[in-house]
T-cell receptor, first 112, second 115 residues
């Protein structure tokens, strides 16, 4: 199973760009990279997913280098409401099912 | 919340008693999952289901059983609860075919305390 490594915590200030990097050295050919966000007392919420190069949606961008051994979630101009735990996941497609392995996540604190 | 509800939302029970948590979806999705979340561990998969009466174990399945008698309901049972099973339990559904691009949507969680 591909495992991921992320920083335990990060701090930022309102209006700044935040980049959270995740390493996944054992990623397999069929694996996609997915990021989730979790607020206290809520379930994780899907943010973005990618396979290679760059993916952008209305809330974030995901950068994946050619070797796919790492990925970077970029949050532009963060606000206080972006304070949350962010999880990087690499899914292992096996037996027709995508098994997602959650790590401990990165706790992002955005300050005024 | 993608039409996912969990019941109960909070429960306190005693060691040795059986406990059943229910996950209900209104989306008619094939795949459903149970996770537990503990400080420092992120979310860990307990069991998952890929169809009615089709279930399999996740990474922390010991002490838990599941059942899925209809598409919309996925039940998690602790046959004899222990204090180590005190945790927050999340149910999730996935929107795709279970493949590499699958996206999971999570319920609001159930906080279980075993005394």
């Amino acid at each position: 199973l591909a495992k991921t490594t992320q920083p335990i915590s990060m701090d930022s200030y309102e209006g700044q760009e935040v980049n959270i990097t995740c390493s996944h050295n054992n990623i397999a050919t069929n694996d996609y990279i997915t990021w989730y966000q979790q607020f206290p007392s809520q379930g994780p919420r899907f943010i973005i997913q990618g396979y290679k190069t760059k993916v952008t949606n209305e809330v974030a961008s995901l950068f994946i280098p050619a070797d796919r051994k790492s990925s970077t979630l970029s949050l532009p101009r963060v606000s206080l409401s972006d304070t949350a735990v962010y999880y990087c996941l690499v899914g292992m497609f096996s037996g027709g099912y995508n098994k997602l392995i959650f790590g401990a996540g990165t706790r992002l604190a955005v300050h005024p | 919340d993608a039409g996912i509800t969990q019941s109960p939302r909070h429960k306190v029970t005693e060691t040795g008693t059986p406990v059943t948590l229910r996950c209900h979806q209104t989306e008619n999705h094939r795949y459903m999952y149970w996770y537990r979340q503990d400080p420092g561990h992120g979310l860990r998969l307990i069991h998952y289901s890929y169809g009615v009466k089709d279930t399999d174990k996740g990474e922390v399945s010991d002490g838990y059983s599941v059942s899925r008698s209809k598409t919309e309901d996925f039940l998690l049972t602790l046959e004899s609860a222990t204090s180590s099973q005190t945790s927050v339990y999340f149910c999730a559904i996935s929107t795709g075919t279970g493949g590499g691009t699958d996206t999971q949507y999570f319920g609001p969680g159930t906080r279980l305390t075993v005394l």
